[in-house]
């Protein structure tokens, strides 16, 4: 047999002593990944940290095999080892069978049962925000969605034991940490070590976050209640390997991972989603039948699910155009085969889902928002397997995405049933990245649905 050299591996143009591609990067990260997948083939080096080679991985078969083949045998990577500057170690940070043991914890929480019960509360959150909308004032609905997607995690998970003010702050350090710690993947190293306000602030939220999380898990153990929610939960679990309860550190650090990887994410999600509904009149006429004909006035509950597929192609087509993840890393730890290239350890590996989701070699006619393209299951079953990945593949998949999609559909539902939004602002609404991509910028007004027969004049 004769063994085919592979093509050597292009390294990306514009790579600079020092900063790497890092001016591209702050630039238009999004534009400057995107540029890859035209200009590059399935494997693309840039540098973020010089001295350290970052492959882009582009082509979806590869992209499966660096999740599922390969992922027991590497590491998370940089987009987690920043991550971990603030959550420590946790689910999200941890690799091999040190991930394993933290997942199997964190699991009960995740469970079909246990969602079906969230569902009431994520309902109750959605209607009390709503209730704080001023009809016909401008809204920001994306801070509005952060909001909500946070209240929604922290009445599961904490039971409600943050209170109003606490909630703001969290808020408020949360985003400055989650832009910084955007920003410490593109830059390098030696850029977080200048004492620059940029780092002061970076640092002093992420203490501030880490010191609020502390505070909640220490009262509600000091408590000894059992709440019946996540943090009681992880309270209980056990740490196989030591045989005892876990720490506080221990459980702060998860419960943070928890807040982080569910918060924005959802909150993008929905804002997508409410944006794509308002300005597509046809798909919000059909979503509001869907959702008449299913549930005849009554609120939307777990049974509902399923029973909502036009609502369901909107989240799916939502998770496909403004998907919320820009990097994705892993880190090889030996020499590794990816395809029929031979990967020196240490090389890190990443991939865009933003841009994978919006290749047309992939998805026809990719930038148009298009939910019927998922009508046929067959048809959508026929787009290129690892083309479509919401929540990623292998064993770091999202252990949220039951919890995710649960909290979609409910939100949407109870939202889209009373308030019928309209754009105030001419401003485009863009897709940005710090350490997810999120909408720019989203301001409606929201309208109350009073009369759902006058209002289906609009
Ligand atoms: C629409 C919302 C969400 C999206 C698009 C999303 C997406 C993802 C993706 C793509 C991954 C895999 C990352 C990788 O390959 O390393 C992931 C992992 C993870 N997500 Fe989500 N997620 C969402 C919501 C949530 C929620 C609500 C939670 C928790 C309440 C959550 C918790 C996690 C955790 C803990 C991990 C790490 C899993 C592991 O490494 O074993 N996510 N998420």
């Known amino acids: 047999m004769t063994l085919v050299t592979p093509p050597p591996i292009p390294r990306a143009a514009g790579s600079v002593p020092l900063l790497g591609h890092a001016i591209q990067l702050i630039r238009d990260n999004l534009g400057f990944v995107a540029s890859l997948r035209t200009r590059y083939g399935p494997l693309v080096e840039i540098t973020l940290q010089p001295g350290t080679r970052t492959l882009i991985v582009q082509d979806p078969g590869l992209i499966r095999t660096m999740l599922i083949d390969l992922g027991p045998s590497l590491d998370k990577g940089r987009f987690f080892e920043k991550m971990g500057q603030l959550l420590g170690d946790s689910v999200v940070t941890a ?85 910084g710690v955007g920003a410490r993947v593109m830059l390098p190293d030696w850029m977080e070590r200048i004492p620059l306000p940029f780092n002061r602030r970076f640092n002093a939220a992420r203490d501030a976050v880490r010191a609020t999380i502390h505070h909640a898990v220490a009262e509600l153990q000091e408590s000894g209640q059992d709440t019946g929610d996540m943090l009681s939960l992880l309270l209980h679990a056990t740490d196989e390997e030591a045989g005892q309860q876990l720490t506080a550190h221990q459980i702060s650090s998860e419960i943070l991972t928890l807040a982080v990887a569910g918060t924005e994410t959802t909150a ?93 070699e992939l998805f026809p006619d990719p930038l148009t928002f298009k939910p019927d393209r998922w009508l046929d299951e067959a048809q959508a079953q026929a787009f290129t397997p690892g083309a479509f990945l919401p929540f990623g593949a292998g064993k770091h998949k999202c252990i949220g995405d039951r919890f995710a999609l649960t909290e979609l559909v409910t939100a949407l539902a109870t939202i889209v049933r009373r308030i019928r939004f309209e754009p105030t602002s001419h401003l485009e609404v863009r897709p940005v990245a710090g350490a997810t991509v999120r909408p720019s910028t989203l301001l409606m007004a929201a309208h109350r649905r009073s009369d759902p027969a006058e209002e289906r004049q609009h």
């Open 95 to 179: 690799a091999g069978q040190e991930h394993v043991r933290k997942r199997r914890q964190l699991q009960p929480a995740f469970a079909r049962t246990q969602i079906s019960r969230y569902v009431d509360i994520m309902r109750a959150e959605t209607d009390a925000a709503v209730g704080t909308w001023i009809p016909g004032r401008q809204l920001d609905v994306r801070e509005a969605m952060v909001k909500l997607s946070l209240d929604m995690l922290v009445k599961t998970v904490f039971a409600g034991s943050l209170d109003e003010a606490t909630f703001r702050r969290l808020r408020d350090d949360l985003s400055v940490v989650m832009n």
């Open 268 to 360: 993008s999600v929905l804002s997508w989603a409410l944006h794509e509904i308002t300005r597509n009149a046809a798909i919000e006429r059909e979503v509001l039948d869907e959702l008449d004909a299913v549930l005849d006035g009554r609120p939307v509950t777990f049974d509902d699910l399923p029973r909502l597929p036009c609502l369901d192609r909107v989240i799916r087509e939502t998770l496909r155009l403004h998907h919320t993840g820009w990097l994705v890393t892993r880190r090889t730890v030996t020499r590794t085969r990816l395809g029929p290239w031979s990967v020196p350890a240490g090389t890190e590996l990443a991939y865009c889902q933003h841009a994978l989701h919006r290749d047309p």
